[in-house]
Protein backbone atom coordinates (compact mmCIF):
# COMPACT_ATOMS: atom_id res chain seq x y z
CA UNK A 1 0.00 0.00 0.00
CA UNK A 2 1.53 3.29 -0.94
CA UNK A 3 1.35 6.11 1.80
CA UNK A 4 2.50 9.94 1.13
CA UNK A 5 3.27 12.19 4.21
CA UNK A 6 3.87 15.99 3.81
CA UNK A 7 6.02 17.29 5.77
CA UNK A 8 7.57 21.30 6.35
CA UNK A 9 6.96 24.60 8.52
CA UNK A 10 3.55 25.35 9.24
CA UNK A 11 3.45 28.88 9.27
CA UNK A 12 5.36 30.88 6.82
CA UNK A 13 6.08 34.86 6.83
CA UNK A 14 4.54 36.50 3.60
CA UNK A 15 6.90 37.56 0.78
CA UNK A 16 8.79 34.52 1.50
CA UNK A 17 9.07 30.84 -0.11
CA UNK A 18 6.77 28.12 1.26
CA UNK A 19 9.01 24.42 1.05
CA UNK A 20 7.26 21.12 1.48
CA UNK A 21 8.37 17.61 1.31
CA UNK A 22 6.22 14.37 0.07
CA UNK A 23 7.65 11.09 1.37
CA UNK A 24 6.80 8.12 -0.07
CA UNK A 25 6.98 4.52 1.22
CA UNK A 26 5.41 1.29 0.43
CA UNK A 27 5.81 1.85 -3.16
CA UNK A 28 7.64 3.51 -6.17
CA UNK A 29 6.88 6.97 -7.63
CA UNK A 30 8.31 6.04 -10.84
CA UNK A 31 6.14 5.95 -14.18
CA UNK A 32 3.58 8.47 -11.84
CA UNK A 33 2.93 12.05 -11.69
CA UNK A 34 4.21 13.41 -8.34
CA UNK A 35 1.53 16.11 -7.86
CA UNK A 36 0.50 19.12 -4.92
CA UNK A 37 -2.77 19.85 -4.68
CA UNK A 38 -3.82 22.47 -2.28
CA UNK A 39 -7.26 23.20 -0.42
CA UNK A 40 -7.74 27.01 1.40
CA UNK A 41 -9.58 26.56 4.50
CA UNK A 42 -13.30 25.73 3.72
CA UNK A 43 -12.61 26.32 0.17
CA UNK A 44 -12.10 23.66 -2.55
CA UNK A 45 -9.08 21.86 -4.50
CA UNK A 46 -6.68 23.48 -6.48
CA UNK A 47 -3.93 21.95 -8.52
CA UNK A 48 -0.75 23.15 -8.19
CA UNK A 49 1.55 21.15 -10.39
CA UNK A 50 3.09 17.72 -11.17
CA UNK A 51 6.69 16.03 -11.74
CA UNK A 52 6.64 13.48 -14.05
CA UNK A 53 9.39 10.72 -12.83
CA UNK A 54 10.86 11.36 -16.34
CA UNK A 55 11.58 14.98 -15.13
CA UNK A 56 8.75 16.61 -17.52
CA UNK A 57 7.12 19.46 -15.33
CA UNK A 58 3.19 20.82 -15.45
CA UNK A 59 2.65 23.47 -13.28
CA UNK A 60 -1.33 25.45 -12.68
CA UNK A 61 -0.66 28.68 -15.37
CA UNK A 62 -2.02 30.44 -12.04
CA UNK A 63 1.15 29.56 -10.08
CA UNK A 64 3.43 29.02 -12.82
CA UNK A 65 5.50 31.73 -11.97
CA UNK A 66 5.73 30.86 -8.18
CA UNK A 67 6.25 27.21 -8.03
CA UNK A 68 8.83 24.61 -8.46
CA UNK A 69 8.31 20.80 -8.00
CA UNK A 70 11.30 18.68 -7.51
CA UNK A 71 11.93 14.87 -6.88
CA UNK A 72 14.60 12.88 -5.21
CA UNK A 73 14.45 9.72 -6.56
CA UNK A 74 17.16 8.27 -4.40
CA UNK A 75 14.89 8.95 -1.24
CA UNK A 76 11.27 8.23 -2.77
CA UNK A 77 10.59 12.02 -2.07
CA UNK A 78 9.30 15.00 -4.27
CA UNK A 79 8.99 18.52 -3.20
CA UNK A 80 6.93 21.97 -3.32
CA UNK A 81 8.39 25.54 -3.26
CA UNK A 82 6.07 28.66 -3.13
CA UNK A 83 7.75 31.89 -3.44
CA UNK A 84 6.39 35.18 -2.72
CA UNK A 85 3.32 33.82 -0.39
CA UNK A 86 0.93 35.54 0.63
CA UNK A 87 -2.13 35.18 3.04
CA UNK A 88 -4.28 34.08 0.00
CA UNK A 89 -1.76 31.09 -0.08
CA UNK A 90 -2.78 29.82 3.36
CA UNK A 91 -4.51 26.10 2.20
CA UNK A 92 -4.23 22.87 3.51
CA UNK A 93 -1.19 21.36 1.40
CA UNK A 94 -1.85 18.01 0.13
CA UNK A 95 0.52 15.69 -1.94
CA UNK A 96 -0.68 12.78 -4.45
CA UNK A 97 0.02 10.70 -7.12
CA UNK A 98 -1.40 11.20 -10.18
CA UNK A 99 -1.44 8.59 -12.88
CA UNK A 100 -2.79 9.71 -16.26
CA UNK A 101 -5.42 7.34 -16.77
CA UNK A 102 -6.93 6.91 -13.20
CA UNK A 103 -6.46 9.92 -11.56
CA UNK A 104 -4.72 11.11 -8.00
CA UNK A 105 -5.02 7.63 -6.04
CA UNK A 106 -3.23 7.99 -3.61
CA UNK A 107 -2.79 11.26 -1.28
CA UNK A 108 -1.12 12.57 2.14
CA UNK A 109 -2.83 13.73 4.88
CA UNK A 110 -2.77 17.04 4.14
CA UNK A 111 -0.30 19.99 6.04
CA UNK A 112 -1.75 23.10 7.08
CA UNK A 113 0.53 26.04 5.77
CA UNK A 114 -0.57 29.20 7.64
CA UNK A 115 0.80 32.78 5.74
CA UNK A 116 1.30 35.19 8.74
CA UNK A 117 3.91 37.40 10.21
CA UNK B 1 -9.95 26.52 -20.59
CA UNK B 2 -12.41 24.15 -19.06
CA UNK B 3 -14.59 25.30 -16.94
CA UNK B 4 -16.53 22.24 -14.28
CA UNK B 5 -19.71 23.09 -12.83
CA UNK B 6 -21.46 21.16 -10.00
CA UNK B 7 -24.79 20.89 -9.00
CA UNK B 8 -26.57 21.01 -7.01
CA UNK B 9 -24.25 22.66 -4.26
CA UNK B 10 -25.63 20.73 -1.45
CA UNK B 11 -27.98 17.95 -1.34
CA UNK B 12 -30.02 16.90 2.12
CA UNK B 13 -31.12 13.01 2.25
CA UNK B 14 -32.34 10.82 4.25
CA UNK B 15 -30.42 6.92 4.82
CA UNK B 16 -31.15 4.49 2.08
CA UNK B 17 -32.49 7.14 -1.04
CA UNK B 18 -30.46 7.81 -3.67
CA UNK B 19 -28.19 10.83 -4.34
CA UNK B 20 -27.78 12.18 -7.99
CA UNK B 21 -25.25 14.48 -8.51
CA UNK B 22 -23.83 16.26 -11.30
CA UNK B 23 -20.62 17.86 -13.17
CA UNK B 24 -21.00 19.89 -16.29
CA UNK B 25 -17.80 20.98 -18.26
CA UNK B 26 -17.74 24.00 -20.34
CA UNK B 27 -16.49 21.86 -23.07
CA UNK B 28 -16.53 18.59 -23.92
CA UNK B 29 -14.04 16.28 -21.90
CA UNK B 30 -12.64 12.54 -22.69
CA UNK B 31 -14.87 10.36 -20.36
CA UNK B 32 -11.30 8.79 -19.84
CA UNK B 33 -10.47 11.47 -17.96
CA UNK B 34 -13.12 12.04 -15.32
CA UNK B 35 -12.70 11.16 -12.00
CA UNK B 36 -15.09 11.31 -8.69
CA UNK B 37 -13.13 11.92 -5.34
CA UNK B 38 -15.17 11.70 -1.99
CA UNK B 39 -14.10 14.35 0.86
CA UNK B 40 -14.75 13.95 4.69
CA UNK B 41 -14.13 16.97 7.10
CA UNK B 42 -10.55 16.95 8.41
CA UNK B 43 -9.94 13.95 5.53
CA UNK B 44 -7.62 13.98 2.13
CA UNK B 45 -10.02 13.20 -0.48
CA UNK B 46 -10.60 9.84 -1.73
CA UNK B 47 -11.02 8.70 -5.09
CA UNK B 48 -14.34 6.70 -6.17
CA UNK B 49 -14.36 6.46 -10.04
CA UNK B 50 -12.16 7.35 -12.85
CA UNK B 51 -12.82 6.99 -16.75
CA UNK B 52 -16.54 8.37 -15.50
CA UNK B 53 -17.76 5.01 -14.70
CA UNK B 54 -15.02 2.54 -13.48
CA UNK B 55 -15.05 2.62 -9.41
CA UNK B 56 -11.54 2.37 -7.75
CA UNK B 57 -10.44 -0.63 -5.92
CA UNK B 58 -12.33 -0.77 -2.34
CA UNK B 59 -15.55 1.50 -3.10
CA UNK B 60 -18.90 -0.38 -2.62
CA UNK B 61 -21.12 -0.62 -6.17
CA UNK B 62 -23.83 1.73 -4.01
CA UNK B 63 -21.14 4.31 -6.26
CA UNK B 64 -21.85 4.75 -9.71
CA UNK B 65 -20.55 7.11 -12.49
CA UNK B 66 -21.88 7.86 -15.94
CA UNK B 67 -21.78 10.00 -18.77
CA UNK B 68 -19.54 11.54 -21.44
CA UNK B 69 -18.80 14.94 -23.63
CA UNK B 70 -19.81 17.49 -21.04
CA UNK B 71 -21.98 16.01 -18.90
CA UNK B 72 -21.29 13.62 -16.39
CA UNK B 73 -23.12 12.09 -13.01
CA UNK B 74 -22.34 10.34 -9.74
CA UNK B 75 -25.15 8.62 -8.47
CA UNK B 76 -24.47 7.21 -4.91
CA UNK B 77 -27.94 4.59 -4.37
CA UNK B 78 -28.54 3.72 -0.61
CA UNK B 79 -27.60 6.15 0.95
CA UNK B 80 -25.23 5.62 4.66
CA UNK B 81 -24.85 8.39 7.01
CA UNK B 82 -20.50 7.82 6.27
CA UNK B 83 -21.98 9.46 3.08
CA UNK B 84 -22.08 12.20 4.50
CA UNK B 85 -19.38 14.18 2.69
CA UNK B 86 -18.38 16.91 -0.16
CA UNK B 87 -18.13 15.32 -3.84
CA UNK B 88 -15.42 16.70 -6.35
CA UNK B 89 -15.69 16.07 -10.20
CA UNK B 90 -12.34 16.54 -11.83
CA UNK B 91 -11.19 16.19 -15.48
CA UNK B 92 -7.26 15.75 -16.09
CA UNK B 93 -5.72 16.85 -19.20
CA UNK B 94 -2.30 18.52 -18.66
CA UNK B 95 -3.94 20.85 -16.48
CA UNK B 96 -6.24 19.23 -13.95
CA UNK B 97 -9.04 20.43 -12.60
CA UNK B 98 -11.83 20.24 -9.81
CA UNK B 99 -15.11 21.12 -10.04
CA UNK B 100 -16.12 23.46 -6.92
CA UNK B 101 -17.93 20.06 -5.29
CA UNK B 102 -21.49 19.23 -3.90
CA UNK B 103 -21.78 18.54 -0.25
CA UNK B 104 -24.14 15.49 0.41
CA UNK B 105 -25.79 15.56 4.24
CA UNK B 106 -27.25 12.69 5.71
CA UNK B 107 -30.64 13.47 7.72
Known amino acids: QVQLQESGPGLVKPSETLSLTCTVS????????CSWIRQPPGKGLEWIGYMFYGGSTYYNPSLKSRVTISLDTSKNQFSLRLSSVTAADTAVYYC???????????WGQGSLVTVSS | EIVLTQSPGTLSLSPGESAILFCRAS???????LAWYQQKPGQAPRRLIYGASSRATGIPDRFSGSGSGTDFTLTISRLEPEDSAVYYCQQFGLSPLFGPGTKVEIK
Open chain 2, 27 to 33: QSVSSSY
Open chain 1, 26 to 33: GGSISNSY
Open chain 1, 96 to 106: ARFLAVTGFDY
